[in-house]
């Protein structure tokens, strides 16, 4: 097994009905040609009795209601990309062979594990529209007979065996040779291979020895090898614009499988999605989603998109969809051996994922100490799926009264003698004070707009207790009490 070929068959069709929801579970035909012309090109399964060549006005009265669409280069664009992204995940060689086709080179992984990831590709491409066959050969040739033969994927280990039945069609004979075959009874693989290539060549020319060798699936070629995909993005246009959010969420899923499978296929994972509505007034509506989890994991975006999609308003109607995904690579960690984890990651960082997009991604987190000497001062920091041990107690404990803070601080009036307080007044405390403090001033970030500066004091009131109060650019606040 050292090639592998990634076919869809009557591609154009599968293409156009992954990315039109009203053409599921319909009978669809592909026509081609004009007026009287117009011959049924491939036909959905739904459309029963109708073959590739038919009339279209005899296939409109052998099956009623059938919809006849004619086939749009952006969607198979589209699919062959997803195409794309999913060779990519069996092997960084890969050639785009043609439309709905590639061929990946396999020299050199393991067997086992890559037929096993075949038939994952497999299950995966049909879940997004796109049923394609995969086979596996010795040479691309034989690979790709290999997935004409697929249900659906299929690894040709004794070649002999695997052709010798297969229609001479396979080989594709040119006209001439095929009536020659047929007048000496062949018609199939195994009966052309069977005569000595050197006396199928001496009748029917170098051209004989060239269709012998198709037939016995020995041409080989050199790939023309594409690059994975660098830029991880989708944008397609609504015409006319769409007036509700529900028409977005079939075509953002489908973007979305394959921004996904592009991902994986170039080794990456996406830590942030950005999605922009761009609308009909020539504005747009932007937003972006930090995943608390990077991956590749299309049903979690959709749940994180359709919450936030759920919630938005727009003044005009959506003319078109942008979706990006910020690559990054796959977290790498080892947890502590007495560390605590999560029971349920996954639904973990689905709940933080749909809590960011209600409320804003800059709202959630686990709160921290920011490096500074401004109080109260703190960020918002990724959580942690592992909960640490707790920290021993020191072995000294602290001494001194403890500061109970007030959660929000009461403003309050102070009155000063000689620069130092006196009086509160005004606000859930009032008196005079027997003694004083301080001050203790502390400034920072003054290279920036959001300077800040604050003077502090701990102040002893005549009807008992002891406050500490602070000046900041909104005025005078007591920031707890001391006991």
């Known amino acids: ?61 052998r099956c009623p209601g059938i919809v006849f669409r004619r086939r749009d280069p952006a969607a198979e664009v589209e699919a062959h990309r997803l195409l794309l992204g999913a060779a990519f995940t069996l092997s960084p060689r890969v050639e785009s062979t043609c439309g709905g086709c590639c061929t990946v080179d396999l020299r050199g992984a393991d067997p086992a594990r890559t037929e096993a990831l075949m038939r994952l590709v497999a299950v995966e491409l049909a879940g997004t529209g796109l049923p394609a066959r995969i086979g596996a050969g010795a040479t691309p040739l034989l690979a790709s007979y290999a997935a004409r033969c697929a249900e659906p994927v299929l690894v040709v280990r004794d070649p002999r065996d695997f052709l010798a039945p297969l229609p001479l069609a396979f080989a594709d004979p040119a006209p001439a040779q ?68 529900e028409p977005l969420f079939f075509k953002l899923r489908r973007f979305a499988e394959r921004v996904a499978l592009e991902l994986r296929g170039a080794g990456f994972v996406a830590e942030k999605l950005s999605l922009t509505l761009l609308l009909e007034d020539e504005t747009d509506h932007r937003r972006e989603f930090r995943l608390p989890e990077p991956g590749a994991d ?48 996954a639904s973990f960082w689905e ?30 920091e990724r959580p942690s799926e592992a909960v640490t041990p707790s920290v021993e107690a020191p072995v000294h404990p602290p001494c001194g009264p403890t500061l109970r803070r007030f959660r ?27 003694a004083a403090l301080g001050p203790w001033r502390s400034a920072g970030d003054w290279w920036k707009p959001q300077a800040w500066a604050v003077e502090t004091w701990q102040v002893e009131l005549a009807g008992g207790g002891v406050y500490q109060i602070a000046c900041m650019d909104a005025g005078w606040c007591v920031e707890g009490i001391l006991d």
Request: proline content about 8%; charged content about 25%.
């Open 1 to 61: 097994m050292s090639y592998a070929v990634l076919s869809v068959p009557d591609f154009a069709l599968h293409a156009l009905r992954r990315s039109d929801p009203e053409l599921c579970g319909q009978a669809v035909a592909l026509v081609a040609g004009e007026g009287r012309k117009a011959r049924v090109a491939a036909a959905s399964p739904e459309a029963r009795g109708i073959v590739p060549g038919l009339a279209a006005a005899l296939a409109m009265s």
């Open 178 to 245: 095929a009536e020659i075959l047929r007048g000496w009874g062949i018609a199939t693989l195994g009966g052309l291979t069977a005569l000595p290539k050197a006396e199928v060549g001496r009748r029917l020319g170098s051209e004989g020895v060239l269709l012998w060798e198709r037939a016995a699936g020995e041409t080989l070629r050199v790939l023309r090898l594409v690059e994975p995909a660098r830029s991880f993005a989708a944008e397609w246009a609504y015409e006319p614009p769409v007036e509700s959010i």
């Open 298 to 345: 299309v049903e979690g975006w959709m749940r994180v998109l359709n919450a936030h999609l759920g919630t938005v308003r727009t003044e005009a109607r959506v003319a078109g969809v942008r979706l990006v995904a910020a690559p990054a690579r796959p977290p790498e960690k080892q947890d502590g051996l007495f560390d605590a984890g999560l029971r349920d990651p």
């Open 351 to 380: 709940n933080i994922a749909r809590i960011a997009a209600i409320v804003g991604d800059d709202r959630v987190g686990t709160p921290a100490l920011a490096d500074t000497h401004r109080p109260d001062a703190f960020v918002l």
């Open 408 to 434: 929000p601080p009461w403003p309050v009036r102070v009155v000063c003698d000689a620069g130092s307080p006196c009086r509160l007044e005004g606000g859930r405390l009032e008196g005079d004070v027997r």
